[in-house]
């Protein structure tokens, strides 16, 4: 090799870059960073915490709107208000991706987390069902987080650890999307549930939705306070800017040296990318991910609408703290799982195999949730907490082996912005499904058939959506990538 090839061989620290001084710090320390992805944890669960922690409360909250004439007309109105998360988010997450790409990490993760901090607070003081509309989208649209916080779990670390990094982040937010309904669940009407301790005329008395809020918020709190710790892993170099790809395309390089902001190299290799777009085991796990997710979405509107409506429309006339304790239950069995279990799972199958069991196994458990009207009692929680458990790590479980296939599918230097790609598609499909159950429930239980009559007819839809998603695991429509097993 010539002295000329070398010199360009070199790779180059800039002495002022943020990104540059991350890079060092991972050269010197091999080991697995533990108070980063410590931060990353808590940063995500703050994140997904609000996401779904209104389902529990929600069929109660827009009945105490009175925007609902009819009782059966609640889950209509109320699946408005669970999409309009998703919705904001839909509209602005390429421009929090680009920020991220531009600006910094950080900037993007602290706004999300502020934006947590105000509006999820601001939604459970809501006395108009058009200012719960409101600071729900508001929520969505400063919710830049997951996108980049994907691409700085994978920049934080050496390469070894890229893989437990990515998992951290789908465990953290798969565990928030359970433990947030749950705090909904426990601490929404408070005054009615814990009389002794909350009276009507205080505070949580008049806005019997704020105390779940306010709690959320409050973790939110401790969450912005840690991103001060979250180092910033962009690169910046003056003139010459340099994405995360170009750096980790220098890994190969046998030597660096450190200069300063203000010198400039003419040797970095340029970084070939091939459209992402022209990129098919990417796309058709994007589109099978969206698939699911949207089934998810819709089965979480529907689990505490159905669980909470009454008897004689097939529901179970649960309080919103009944299900609040179910999902409570659900979401320690899902750390549980996720911590002790999958990782073996995962060793065992590989991501497409594991991921087509949970699709196939999740039908026969969407199906018995038709007959469980004809339970009560201790019996009734016990079957109901169970297929609960069941659903979500079915449902954990091909959620987690598609972001896998993701992120197989791209080399490192595109990570990033195949997965901006995938928050953008997935949060639209997100932003429908909300609508859909609602709606589809708020039909289903004015519907008087004798095919699937009620709510028999809602389950069976979204068994429809899981076989679905499940034929769509195949060739030739799921090209794998050459990392998946």
């Given at each position: 090799m010539s002295a000329e090839t070398q010199s360009l061989l070199k790779r180059v620290y800039y002495e002022n870059c943020p990104g540059c001084k991350q890079d060092l710090r991972n050269e010197?320390?091999?080991?697995?960073?533990?108070?980063?992805?410590?931060?990353i944890w808590i940063v995500t669960l703050c994140s997904a915490l609000p996401i779904c922690s209104l389902y529990p409360f929600l069929y109660f909250m827009v009945r105490d709107l009175q925007i609902a004439k009819r009782a059966e007309d609640i889950g209509f109105y109320?699946?408005?208000?669970?999409?309009a998360f998703m919705f904001g988010r839909t509209l602005t997450s390429v421009f929090w991706g680009v920020v991220a790409d531009r600006y910094g990490r950080k900037p993007v993760i602290i706004t999300s987390i502020l934006a947590v901090i105000i509006f999820n607070a601001l939604f459970g003081l809501s006395r108009t069902f058009w200012m719960a509309i409101t600071t729900r989208v508001l929520l969505g649209l400063f919710s830049g987080l997951l996108g980049p916080i994907k691409a700085y779990a994978s920049e934080v670390c050496r390469k070894e650890h890229q893989a437990l990094g990515l998992s951290l982040v789908s465990t953290s937010r798969g565990i928030g999307l359970i433990v947030g309904p749950a705090i909904g669940g426990l601490l929404a009407q408070p005054a009615e549930k814990y009389p002794n301790i909350f009276s009507e005329e205080s505070l949580f008395g008049r806005f019997p939705y704020f105390l779940p809020c306010l709690c959320i918020s409050v973790i939110a709190v401790l969450a912005f306070v840690a991103c001060f710790w979250?180092?910033?892993?962009?690169?910046?170099?003056?003139?010459?800017?340099?994405?995360?790809?170009?750096?980790d395309n220098l890994e190969s390089f046998e030597n660096f040296s450190v200069i300063g902001n203000s010198g400039k190299t003419d040797g970095w290799p340029s970084v070939s990318k091939k459209s992402l777009l022209k990129n098919w085991p990417l796309i058709s796990a994007i589109i099978v991910y969206c698939i699911f997710s949207f089934n998810d979405t819709a089965y979480s509107e529907i689990f505490s609408l159905w669980a909470e409506s009454s008897v004689k429309y097939g529901g179970l006339s649960f309080s919103s703290q009944d299900v609040g304790a179910v999902l409570a239950i659900t979401g320690f069995g899902l750390l549980v799982f996720q911590l002790f279990v999958y990782p073996y799972l995962d060793k065992a199958l590989g991501p497409v195999t594991s991921s087509r069991t949970a699709a196939i196994m999740s039908i026969p458990v969407l199906a018995c949730y038709s007959f469980m009207s004809n339970f009560s009692g201790f019996v009734l929680m016990l079957i109901l907490t169970c297929a609960s458990l069941m659903k979500n790590i079915l449902s954990i479980t091909i959620i987690t082996g598609l972001n896998?296939?993701?992120?197989?599918?791209?080399?490192?230097?595109?990570?990033?912005l195949a997965n901006g790609i995938a928050v953008t598609a997935m949060s639209i499909f997100k932003a429908v499904a909300p609508a859909v159950g609602g709606t589809m429930l708020s039909w289903a239980q004015k519907r008087k058939a004798s095919f699937l009559p009620g709510v028999k007819m809602v389950f069976f839809l979204l068994n429809v959506g899981c076989l679905l998603g499940f034929l769509l695991t195949f060739k030739p429509f799921l090209a794998l990538p050459r990392k998946a097993t």
């Amino acid at each position: 090799m010539s002295a000329e090839t070398q010199s360009l061989l070199k790779r180059v620290y800039y002495e002022n870059c943020p990104g540059c001084k991350q890079d060092l710090r991972n050269e010197a320390h091999p080991g697995i960073p533990y108070k980063e992805f410590v931060y990353i944890w808590i940063v995500t669960l703050c994140s997904a915490l609000p996401i779904c922690s209104l389902y529990p409360f929600l069929y109660f909250m827009v009945r105490d709107l009175q925007i609902a004439k009819r009782a059966e007309d609640i889950g209509f109105y109320a699946g408005f208000v669970g999409a309009a998360f998703m919705f904001g988010r839909t509209l602005t997450s390429v421009f929090w991706g680009v920020v991220a790409d531009r600006y910094g990490r950080k900037p993007v993760i602290i706004t999300s987390i502020l934006a947590v901090i105000i509006f999820n607070a601001l939604f459970g003081l809501s006395r108009t069902f058009w200012m719960a509309i409101t600071t729900r989208v508001l929520l969505g649209l400063f919710s830049g987080l997951l996108g980049p916080i994907k691409a700085y779990a994978s920049e934080v670390c050496r390469k070894e650890h890229q893989a437990l990094g990515l998992s951290l982040v789908s465990t953290s937010r798969g565990i928030g999307l359970i433990v947030g309904p749950a705090i909904g669940g426990l601490l929404a009407q408070p005054a009615e549930k814990y009389p002794n301790i909350f009276s009507e005329e205080s505070l949580f008395g008049r806005f019997p939705y704020f105390l779940p809020c306010l709690c959320i918020s409050v973790i939110a709190v401790l969450a912005f306070v840690a991103c001060f710790w979250l180092p910033e892993t962009l690169h910046f170099h003056g003139e010459l800017k340099l994405d995360d790809g170009a750096v980790d395309n220098l890994e190969s390089f046998e030597n660096f040296s450190v200069i300063g902001n203000s010198g400039k190299t003419d040797g970095w290799p340029s970084v070939s990318k091939k459209s992402l777009l022209k990129n098919w085991p990417l796309i058709s796990a994007i589109i099978v991910y969206c698939i699911f997710s949207f089934n998810d979405t819709a089965y979480s509107e529907i689990f505490s609408l159905w669980a909470e409506s009454s008897v004689k429309y097939g529901g179970l006339s649960f309080s919103s703290q009944d299900v609040g304790a179910v999902l409570a239950i659900t979401g320690f069995g899902l750390l549980v799982f996720q911590l002790f279990v999958y990782p073996y799972l995962d060793k065992a199958l590989g991501p497409v195999t594991s991921s087509r069991t949970a699709a196939i196994m999740s039908i026969p458990v969407l199906a018995c949730y038709s007959f469980m009207s004809n339970f009560s009692g201790f019996v009734l929680m016990l079957i109901l907490t169970c297929a609960s458990l069941m659903k979500n790590i079915l449902s954990i479980t091909i959620i987690t082996g598609l972001n896998i296939l993701q992120n197989n599918a791209v080399a490192q230097n595109q990570r990033a912005l195949a997965n901006g790609i995938a928050v953008t598609a997935m949060s639209i499909f997100k932003a429908v499904a909300p609508a859909v159950g609602g709606t589809m429930l708020s039909w289903a239980q004015k519907r008087k058939a004798s095919f699937l009559p009620g709510v028999k007819m809602v389950f069976f839809l979204l068994n429809v959506g899981c076989l679905l998603g499940f034929l769509l695991t195949f060739k030739p429509f799921l090209a794998l990538p050459r990392k998946a097993t």
